[in-house]
């Protein structure tokens, strides 16, 4: 269940020596792309980085990631059971998000981590990831939002109190500049309460160029296509592949971009802190290393041909919320929709969701929906799906889809895939609506494949 408070994972942390330097993240979208970015340029540049992001996808060890890897089932078990001795000994009684917090930091310890890049795993003022006893290099506030008002508030102000609860006097914070103006007064007069005054900046442009906090302007600028100087050109090879990054870094999302720019923003930080070099001309490499990190359920390109026998590639995405609903809903409308051609959608919900939210800002009326349940949560037993047939029902009462194209197979996930396939018939098919669900698929995946000869 969660628990919200700091005196547990206080107890579990209070013999864990900190060595590491560390950059905390908190948002209610974004975050975990921007913490797989940030990681991606410190490891590129030499610099041992761990990560932790919350929920885990397929297995619950690879959530804690070092040097661009996630750990390996035998040292998680190892820490697990380290961790499980004392707080059973001392009668802490965690839950046990804070045990696998706990188990993350004496990971990064034992792994000889330079920098960790942790997310908060829900809001961020008494999130267990704010319990390092050190203080933090730099911290990160991405795009907010409602969610999870059960526990943090019903309102955003609420919501925004509590991310804004991982800055620190003294730390230099950078905020998605995006956010709604109520998000950015928030952070504002919390950043004057704890005596940060301008010390919180907003950062949109990719190449991380601090925006005037005061302004209402959204700077979304690419950085621009330059040669690589010649200090920098090792063979033609690294040429032809600086251009080809460049190209990509052309076909990045706006919000990409934006986390991208946070990203190199809080590099530029990490590094002056510690006193390493950052060269200019080191930049267009530690963003070419950046843009090629294919974050998991994260607009993801894949197959599901050994499940279906579907050719087409599917998108898989996790958005679960109306907020994160609509990014997903640009990104369809302008890469998949061809002409009139119906979108075929593969969602589950869990419960406490805005559903309705997320299916208004993602369907057509002449779109295909699959309703399914994903299965159990490896270490979450409070985490519930919808049913699939109240979700039906919601959507009928709506009226946003043809009754016709609404179909629902419960917790046969593989069913609900295979009908999927079926009714696209070769079109555009998005499995989308809960990260709990993107697991489920990929577990599918990753079973198909170990199971062929």
């Given at each position: 269940?969660?628990?919200?408070?700091?005196?547990?994972?206080?107890?579990?942390?209070?013999?864990?020596?900190?060595?590491?330097?560390?950059?905390?993240?908190?948002?209610?979208?974004?975050?975990g792309?921007?913490?797989?970015?940030?990681?991606?340029?410190?490891?590129?540049?030499?610099?041992?980085?761990?990560?932790?992001?919350?929920?885990?996808?397929?297995?619950?060890?690879?959530?804690i990631?070092?040097?661009?890897?996630?750990?390996?089932?035998?040292v998680?078990?190892?820490?697990?059971?380290?961790?499980?001795?004392?707080?059973?000994?001392?009668?802490?009684?965690?839950?046990?998000?804070?045990?696998?917090?706990?188990?993350?930091?004496?990971?990064?310890?034992?792994?000889?981590?330079?920098?960790?890049?942790?997310?908060?795993?829900?809001?961020?003022?008494d999130?267990?990831?704010?319990?390092v006893?050190?203080?933090?290099?730099?911290?990160?506030?991405?795009?907010?939002?409602?969610?999870?008002?059960?526990?943090?508030?019903?309102?955003?102000?609420?919501?925004?109190?509590?991310?804004?609860?991982?800055?620190?006097?003294?730390?230099?914070?950078?905020?998605?500049?995006?956010?709604?103006?109520l998000?950015?007064?928030?952070?504002?007069?919390?950043?004057?309460?704890?005596?940060?005054?301008?010390?919180?900046?907003?950062?949109?442009?990719?190449?991380?160029?601090?925006?005037?906090?005061?302004?209402?302007?959204?700077?979304?600028?690419l950085?621009?296509?330059?040669?690589?100087?010649?200090?920098?050109?090792?063979?033609?090879?690294?040429?032809?592949?600086?251009?080809?990054?460049?190209?990509?870094?052309?076909?990045?999302?706006?919000?990409?971009?934006?986390?991208?720019?946070?990203?190199?923003?809080?590099?530029?930080?990490?590094?002056?802190?510690?006193?390493?070099?950052?060269?200019?001309?080191?930049?267009?490499?530690?963003?070419?290393?950046?843009?090629?990190?294919?974050f998991?359920?994260?607009?993801?390109?894949?197959?599901?041909?050994?499940?279906?026998?579907?050719?087409?590639?599917?998108?898989?995405?996790?958005?679960?919320?109306?907020?994160s609903?609509?990014?997903?809903?640009?990104?369809?409308?302008?890469?998949?929709?061809?002409?009139?051609?119906?979108?075929?959608?593969?969602?589950?919900?869990?419960?406490?969701k805005?559903?309705k939210?997320?299916?208004s800002?993602?369907?057509?009326?002449?779109?295909?929906?699959?309703?399914?349940?994903?299965?159990?949560?490896?270490?979450?037993?409070?985490?519930?799906?919808?049913?699939?047939?109240?979700?039906?029902?919601?959507i009928?009462?709506?009226?946003?889809?043809?009754?016709?194209?609404?179909?629902?197979?419960?917790?046969?996930?593989?069913?609900?895939?295979?009908?999927?396939?079926?009714?696209?018939?070769?079109?555009?098919?998005?499995?989308?609506?809960?990260?709990?669900?993107?697991?489920?698929?990929?577990?599918?995946?990753?079973?198909?494949?170990?199971?062929?000869?």
């Amino acid at each position: 269940m969660i628990q919200p408070g700091l005196a547990r994972i206080a107890r579990l942390v209070r013999h864990t020596p900190i060595p590491w330097r560390y950059v905390h993240v908190a948002g209610t979208n974004g975050k975990g792309s921007i913490c797989a970015y940030l990681t991606a340029m410190l490891n590129v540049h030499g610099i041992r980085a761990g990560r932790f992001t919350s929920p885990h996808l397929i297995d619950r060890w690879d959530c804690i990631n070092v040097a661009e890897e996630p750990i390996s089932e035998w040292v998680f078990r190892l820490v697990e059971e380290q961790i499980a001795h004392r707080n059973e000994q001392d009668g802490i009684a965690a839950s046990e998000f804070e045990l696998l917090t706990a188990a993350a930091f004496e990971v990064f310890t034992k792994e000889d981590v330079k920098v960790a890049v942790i997310e908060a795993g829900l809001g961020g003022r008494d999130d267990a990831t704010n319990a390092v006893p050190t203080t933090p290099t730099v911290t990160i506030i991405s795009k907010v939002g409602l969610d999870h008002q059960t526990v943090l508030g019903p309102e955003l102000y609420d919501i925004a109190l509590h991310k804004a609860g991982i800055m620190k006097p003294g730390v230099p914070c950078l905020v998605d500049a995006t956010n709604e103006s109520l998000v950015l007064d928030v952070i504002r007069a919390e950043s004057r309460r704890i005596g940060l005054h301008r010390g919180a900046i907003s950062v949109t442009t990719v190449d991380g160029t601090e925006a005037d906090w005061t302004s209402d302007e959204v700077h979304t600028a690419l950085l621009e296509h330059v040669e690589p100087p010649e200090e920098a050109i090792i063979d033609d090879d690294d040429e032809e592949s600086w251009a080809s990054d460049s190209d990509d870094l052309f076909e990045l999302e706006p919000h990409q971009r934006i986390h991208l720019g946070l990203a190199l923003s809080a590099m530029r930080m990490v590094c002056k802190a510690m006193d390493w070099d950052l060269e200019e001309w080191h930049i267009p490499f530690i963003i070419a290393a950046a843009i090629r990190v294919q974050f998991p359920g994260r607009l993801q390109k894949g197959t599901i041909k050994s499940l279906t026998g579907r050719a087409e590639k599917v998108l898989i995405d996790g958005a679960h919320n109306p907020q994160s609903a609509e990014v997903l809903a640009t990104y369809v409308n302008r890469r998949l929709r061809m002409g009139m051609e119906p979108v075929t959608w593969v969602l589950a919900s869990t419960w406490g969701k805005n559903f309705k939210g997320i299916v208004s800002s993602l369907c057509e009326a002449t779109d295909n929906i699959v309703l399914v349940e994903f299965g159990p949560v490896d270490g979450m037993p409070w985490v519930k799906p919808r049913r699939s047939n109240i979700l039906l029902e919601v959507i009928k009462r709506m009226r946003i889809v043809h009754e016709g194209n609404l179909y629902e197979t419960g917790s046969d996930i593989l069913g609900g895939l295979r009908k999927a396939t079926q009714v696209a018939d070769g079109g555009p098919l998005v499995i989308a609506g809960s990260l709990y669900l993107v697991s489920d698929v990929l577990r599918l995946l990753r079973d198909t494949e170990t199971a062929d000869p």
